[in-house]
Nanobody, 124 residues
């Protein structure tokens, strides 16, 4: 019954790349802002990237800016996170989230639907 499902997590060496995808079952996907969050052990869940309803605007955490790219394909009800030049500190569980708002959102509390998460581990 999950409305958001993440794919693409795994183990990668530092400097490598991964592409995460998130498939949405909600028929109103194209009206939602979407985001990627991550949570490392012992740390709070943090916003990594956000994208508005039509992909016209995006934003990124300073720690990933220039390395990660968020995109969406509304025809496929899918959002992506391309992760390049991965570092060990990127290791976390990554979550896809949807907001009923159409504009960019950054706080956990701004999101209404969540995936179950996918583990990304970056080795040295």
């Amino acid at each position: 019954q999950a409305q958001l499902v993440e794919f693409g997590g795994g183990l990668v060496q530092a400097g490598g790349s991964l592409i995460l995808s998130c498939a949405a079952a909600d028929s109103a996907f194209s009206s939602y802002a979407m985001g990627w969050f991550r949570q490392a052990p012992g740390k709070d869940r943090e916003s990594v990237a956000a994208i508005n309803w039509n992909g016209a605007t995006t934003d990124y955490a300073d720690s990933v800016k220039g390395r990660f790219t968020i995109s969406r394909d509304n025809a496929k009800n899918t959002v992506y996170l391309e992760m390049n030049s991965l570092k060990p500190e990127d290791t976390a569980v990554y979550y896809c989230a949807a907001s009923y708002n159409s504009g960019l959102r950054y706080s956990v509390s701004d999101y209404n639907l969540w995936g179950q998460g996918t583990q990304v581990t970056v080795s040295r």
